[in-house]
């Protein structure tokens, strides 16, 4: 039964931290890049983050670059997503998103990636 559990989500002032993680079963973490999206109310989804199968490559949008950072911990099936120095504009539902295994090392288009966590939402805000 494959399932892609995400929390950490919740209400920040701006500058605060949060930590994302997204806890995957049911499939081979091993062998899937995962990317982390978010999308605002009337905004297109837009891939802020992704790290590789081996995670030896990760990527970063230029608009959370220096703030956010993606890790992967293969023993417990978890990737996570530490976002530091939160601004309004980071707003928006975050998803983690899974790769088809043995595909590209970090896919750029939404539609390269199989699965998908339910979503949880950042709010940040005074």
């Known amino acids: 039964q494959l399932q892609l559990v995400e929390s950490g989500g919740g209400l920040v002032q701006p500058g605060g931290s949060l930590r994302l993680s997204c806890a995957a079963s049911g499939l081979t973490f091993e062998d899937y890049a995962i990317g982390w999206f978010r999308q605002a109310p009337g905004k297109e989804r837009e891939r802020i983050s992704c790290i590789s199968s081996s995670g030896s490559s990760t990527y970063y949008a230029d608009s959370v670059k220096g703030r956010f950072a993606i890790a992967r911990d293969n023993a417990k099936n978890t990737v996570y997503l530490q976002m530091n120095s939160l601004k309004p504009e980071d707003t928006a539902v975050y998803y983690c998103?899974?790769?088809?295994?043995?595909?590209?090392?970090?896919?750029?288009?939404?539609?390269?990636?199989?699965?998908w966590g339910q979503g949880t939402q950042v709010a940040v805000s005074s």
């Open positions: 998103a899974f790769s088809g295994p043995f595909g590209a090392s970090c896919p750029v288009g939404f539609d390269e990636y199989e699965y």
